[in-house]
């Protein structure tokens, strides 16, 4: 009978301990190892890097960019395959006369948008020289997304204006009574090409 006894109340209690110790071990446990408390930092990007673009904006070149962060200068030169739509005097239907032409790409680009940790989405003040339209400035939208640690997908789209690209090609080919897009003082569109990291940041 004794033993009986002393030996209850230290079963009434076990219950309510376990529970006490089980609700303290849930709410004050540390997070588990190898789990992350805070997002993954963003990559920071290769200050000095080589860049290949292709397309109506950049015609196909060549060249180096310095990207300090949210700002960066970028410079291209290449073979830039000019299309131009242009109207005859005869009233015929749109004509399309087309030149082989280098071109020198110098954009300063800010890419203050990142909706993920690989993608910086931004704008571009663009100057380029033609040979055939000569000076040209412009405007676009830049993009850079990154495939591998050194290595990012660039994509470019804009328009850039060339004040005397008009009595240039008239210059060259004869003249004519309007023009479409692209016209002789209108070009662009978009570019796409690679970036290769040099030098980390």
Known sequence: MTSEKTSSPMRSNAGPRCCVALLALLLGAPPARGVPTRPPARATPPRLALVG??????????????????????????????LVTVVDLDDDPLAFRFF???????????????????????????????????????????????????????IIAGLTYYP?????????????????FPGPALQGLVSVGLVFGLASG
């Open 53 to 82: 673009d292709a397309g109506m904006l950049t015609g196909v070149a060549g060249g180096a960019q310095l990207d300090l962060g949210r700002i960066g200068l970028r410079a291209t030169a290449g073979y830039q395959p000019l």
């Open 100 to 154: 082989n032409t280098a071109q020198l790409n110098v954009d300063l680009f800010s890419l203050f948008f990142e909706p993920t940790p690989g993608a910086r989405i931004g704008a571009a003040l663009s100057y380029r020289f033609n040979t055939l339209l000569r000076h040209g400035a412009g405007a676009a939208c830049d993009a850079l997304v990154t495939l591998r640690p050194r290595l990012a997908l660039h």
């Open 164 to 180: 005397a690209g008009k009595a240039r090609v008239e210059a060259a080919s004869g003249l004519f009574r309007g023009s479409s």
